[in-house]
């Protein structure tokens, strides 16, 4: 066990990457097929109480980098990391989805055309790839981001985060304003990758108590369950505007503050060292996991593990817990074989 290791923000990536798979796992019964069913409410309960996750990744990912000046030449070493890992499983998706799912033409230049296709808008091959060019942008402009914000006041910073949210707030709302269009550099994930830094060193009672962490978790997934429900009821229809697949949402950002101010405020002295020892491993692999586990989940719907029928949501919960260990697995496995190790994404 590395000493050096912050445990806090292993136990952020942690909680993140278990998130983000029940939400791929959830996702699939987040249709039409079972909507207004048992399963469809639990669903949506489920993947609501989860939708954090990304933002926790970005948060971590924030403190852990702005709280030093990023040098320049950190940058290439920092992309080769997250690039290699990501063209090495972009391909293999892209060919299985090739193979079994047809997802080209008929012969070896659409597969090529496709899989081009699938570098510049990834998503076409596995939904969850839209986080790695998010996070590309974010490393590249972590020198001047860290820079910024080491010699900022914490007003300037707080000046910063209001515009953010009141042009976040415009864009979410799907508010039709030329304004916005020129203001976008202040929406998105960006905000959150300075927020993770600005939560850990602001001085303030509010962020110090860990019950109200608790209750902006659970206002920001009611938000997302009671909004989901309701929408859909009044339309007929399954509504996700609150959950917006792949996108960022004021009930996920509430859930997201509240859990940060949960963790970083919480004493994990007492947790055992073999605890700790499996969050480490989680967290240090979590790169690898985030791209391996749409896959895994896949392949146990191939195999008939995964099924509608009787679901309840500690079915699903177990479910994320199997394909967690397997992509874990799989990752370190990738670790130990020479030549593939530098895709494994540790």
């Given at each position: ?5 912050l445990?806090w923000?292993?136990?952020l ?11 791929h796992?959830s996702?699939g019964?987040l ?5 207004f069913?048992s399963?469809?409410y639990q669903?949506v ?8 996750s990304?933002?926790?990744f970005?948060m ?6 702005l709280?030093k ?7 290439p070493k920092?992309i080769?990391r ?6 090495f499983?972009?391909?293999v ?7 079994f ?7 070896v230049?659409?597969s090529f ?14 939904i969850q ?12 402009l972590?020198?001047?981001?860290s ?8 007003k300037?910073i707080e000046y910063?985060?209001?515009i953010?949210?009141i042009f976040s707030l415009?864009?979410f709302?799907n508010?039709d304003?030329?304004l916005?269009?020129?203001?976008k ?7 959150y990758f300075?927020l993770g830094?600005y ?5 303030s009672p509010f962020?110090?108590n860990?019950k ?8 920001g997934?009611l ?7 309701l929408?859909?009821y009044l339309?007929g ?13 004021p009930?996920a ?5 509240g859990l940060?101010?949960i963790v970083?405020?919480t004493?994990?002295?007492k947790l055992s060292?073999?605890?700790r020892?499996i ?6 692999d979590?790169?690898g996991?985030?791209l391996a586990?749409?896959?895994v989940?896949?392949f146990l719907?191939?195999?008939h593990?995964?099924n509608?029928?009787g ?7 177990f479910?994320s817990?199997?394909?967690l260990i397997?992509?874990y697995?799989c990752?370190e496995?990738?670790?130990?074989i ?9």
């Amino acid at each position: 066990m590395n000493s050096k290791r912050l445990i806090w923000i292993d136990v952020l990536k942690f909680l993140a990457i278990f998130g983000i798979i029940v939400i791929h796992v959830s996702s699939g019964f987040l249709s039409d097929e079972f909507l207004f069913s048992s399963t469809w409410y639990q669903a949506v309960c489920i993947n609501s109480l989860f939708r954090f996750s990304i933002i926790l990744f970005i948060m971590a990912s924030g403190y852990l980098i702005l709280r030093k000046q990023q040098p320049l030449s950190v940058i290439p070493k920092r992309i080769k990391r997250v690039l290699l890992p990501f063209i090495f499983w972009l391909i293999v998706y892209a060919i299985i989805k090739i193979i079994f799912k047809g997802a080209s033409g008929s012969n070896v230049s659409d597969s090529f055309v496709y899989i081009a296709n699938g570098f510049l808008n990834p998503t076409i091959v596995s939904i969850q790839f839209w986080y790695v060019y998010m996070i590309l942008g974010l490393y590249v402009l972590s020198p001047i981001l860290s820079k910024w914000i080491q010699n900022a006041s914490i007003k300037e910073i707080e000046y910063f985060i209001c515009i953010w949210v009141i042009f976040s707030l415009l864009q979410f709302f799907n508010v039709d304003s030329i304004l916005i269009d020129y203001f976008k550099y202040f929406t998105g994930a960006i905000g959150y990758f300075i927020l993770g830094y600005y939560l850990a060193i602001k001085k303030s009672p509010f962020l110090h108590n860990r019950k109200n962490g608790v209750v902006l978790f659970i206002v920001g997934s009611l938000i997302t369950i009671v909004g989901t429900i309701l929408l859909s009821y009044l339309s007929g229809t399954q509504s996700l505007f609150f959950i917006k697949l792949g996108e960022i949402t004021p009930g996920a950002c509430l859930q997201a503050i509240g859990l940060y101010i949960i963790v970083i405020n919480t004493n994990f002295d007492k947790l055992s060292n073999r605890l700790r020892n499996i969050i480490e491993k989680i967290s240090i692999d979590s790169y690898g996991i985030y791209l391996a586990n749409v896959l895994v989940f896949n392949f146990l719907e191939l195999i008939h593990l995964v099924n509608g029928s009787g679901f309840t949501a500690l079915k699903l919960i177990f479910y994320s817990i199997v394909v967690l260990i397997i992509s874990y697995i799989c990752i370190e496995i990738m670790a130990r074989i020479p030549f593939i190790n530098k895709f494994s994404g540790k």
